[in-house]
């Protein structure tokens, strides 16, 4: 890989990270390679995918310039304080200056074992790989900030779960791998010079014209709470959003037992160990001003010399959350029905629908996208209270400055017809393991346009029947 590395972290004092090679495979196999985004980070796609190329995705080789690191972090898990986590399983090998002039962490996932693995054995199987490649992939297509997929490999080695399952590697990349848990490492040492050098670089990477530590704050508070908002309009659940899972860029990161919703209802939970519902559907807001005021506390000694002070400032900060994301919420709930102006009753309205969808657990994509074709009413058992939900909304839609088919292509341009279900993610993964990944290209390639029809792939885009309806998603761990 021929790539020109400007590797700002791995200038960060020491204790930042430890410096960790891949640990080489047997037999590094590509499974999957990303052209476009290979192409955007001034990578070319066919040096990639030759034998020197994947020989580097697999961490085989680390490539001139690049000078691999597991980064230090802590977090709360489950709300439970682990002091330190860091990268188990992970190295990262660099960053990258993008075509468009933006930095870019190239990280290595599933690399092998480093100095933060505690029992683990820095592995990952191809199942999760698929997964987060399949996933994030649409996540970015849907245009929600995420981190992206490179490539995904296999290494020719077996990995021991529940079973004897085949290793794999995914190449992430991502705006950086900061995440709030990076400050409560520090904040948990009490090593604030750490947390200033940390915060300084942060700003500077991500929101350079932050002036300080509550600037900082407040960006953070806007970008998650955007980012929360958009998982909510298209269904999503993160799974695991423990404060390590958490970016300071706003992306979406570390995709475990995530899942997209087939039939709505708030309190929907697919993860395995999730089992108290912290990271419901309708949660997600809740828990990221949680995460949040844990980033906050870290910033304390930062943001003023008097600790009442900063306490305060920091609240101030926190409290503009819920205000944030109901406002976030509408932006992404209002194209949704057709609405571009704002009124009073706008989220009395939508709320109205979501509540005729979870009574009968009507599919949140498919209703969504049917309301654009006039076809929604189809969706619902209970006709009379979708009619009279129809009614409301047309008289509101009837104030709307412009006419109908500028109304349908704003509810067609923010109501995706496909994203990827599970049981149609892990078809993909159960024939992959078969070595057949016909099944995953074909996800691919399709959730790369979501808001086309593609009548040729409808088939992705039907619920699951009973018999093939995915119930719980795994860590995969
Ligand atoms: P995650 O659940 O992916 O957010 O990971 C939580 C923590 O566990 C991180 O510190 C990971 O690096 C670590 N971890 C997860 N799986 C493994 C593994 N197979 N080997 C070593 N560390 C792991
Ligand atoms: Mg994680």
């Known amino acids: 890989m021929r790539a020109i590395f400007d590797n700002s972290y791995a200038r960060l004092p020491d204790r930042f990270y430890v410096r960790q090679d891949p640990v080489p495979v047997r037999a590094p196999k590509l499974v ?42 802590a977090g709360h898990q489950f709300g439970g304080f682990v002091p330190q986590l860091g990268d188990g399983r992970a190295v990262l090998l660099g960053e990258v200056i993008d075509r468009a002039g933006r930095r870019r962490d190239i990280q290595l996932k599933g690399s092998g074992r480093t100095p933060f693995s505690r029992m683990g054995d820095g592995r990952a199987w191809l199942g999760p790989v698929m997964r987060e490649y399949i996933v994030s992939e649409a996540m970015h297509a849907l245009g929600i900030p995420t981190t992206r997929a490179l490539a995904a490999v296999t290494t020719g080695e077996d990995v021991i779960r529940e079973a004897v399952l085949p290793g794999a590697v995914l190449t992430r990349v991502a705006e950086s791998h900061i995440r709030v848990g990076t400050f409560q490492f520090f904040a948990a040492r009490r090593d604030t010079e750490g947390l200033k050098t940390l915060t300084e670089h942060a700003i500077a990477r991500h929101y350079p014209d932050a002036d300080g530590p509550l600037a900082l704050l407040d960006r953070v508070v806007a970008a998650q709470a955007r980012l929360i908002a958009q998982w909510m309009g298209v269904g999503f659940i993160h799974g695991v959003m423990n404060t390590d899972n958490m970016s300071i860029a706003g992306e979406t990161i570390d995709y475990g037992p995530c899942a997209f919703m087939d039939g709505y209802h708030p309190d929907t939970v697919y993860s395995s160990i999730d089992l108290h519902g912290r990271y419901a559907y309708a949660r ?5 001003a949680w995460n949040i005021a844990q980033f906050a506390s870290c910033l304390v000694p930062l943001i003023d010399p008097d600790q009442d002070t900063a306490i305060e400032r920091a609240s101030e900060a926190l409290h503009r959350f819920p205000a944030a994301f109901r406002a976030a919420w509408l932006a992404v709930f209002r194209p949704k029905i057709g609405l571009a102006a704002e009124e009073e009753g706008d989220a009395d309205l939508i709320h109205a629908l979501l509540d005729l969808m979870a009574a009968e657990r009507a599919d949140f994509t498919n209703t969504f996208r049917a309301l654009a074709g006039g076809a929604a009413r189809g969706a619902f058992r209970d006709v009379d209270a979708f009619d ?11 104030r709307e400055a412009d006419g109908q088919a500028a109304q349908t292509a704003r509810m067609r341009a923010a109501n995706p017809a496909v994203i990827p279900r599970n049981h149609r993610v892990e078809e993909a993964i159960q024939a992959g393991l078969g070595g057949d990944y016909a099944p995953f290209e074909r996800l691919v390639s399709t959730l790369a346009q979501p808001f086309d029809d593609q009548p040729e792939n409808s088939g992705l885009r039907a619920p699951p029947k009973p018999d093939q309806e995915v119930r719980q998603t795994f860590c995969g761990t």
Not at 51 to 56: C, F, I, L, R, Y
Not at 284 to 288: E, I
Not at 388 to 394: G, I, M, S
């Open 32 to 73: 999957k390679l990303n052209d476009g985004l290979a192409r955007e980070l001034g990578l070319d796609p066919d040096a990639l995918a030759s034998p020197d190329g994947v020989a580097v995705l697999a961490g085989n080789a680390v490539p001139a310039g690049a000078e691999p690191l597991a980064q230090a972090y």
């Open 284 to 288: 997600q807001a809740d828990v990221g």
């Open 388 to 398: 009279l939900w129809a009614e409301r909304w047309t008289a509101r839609l009837a």
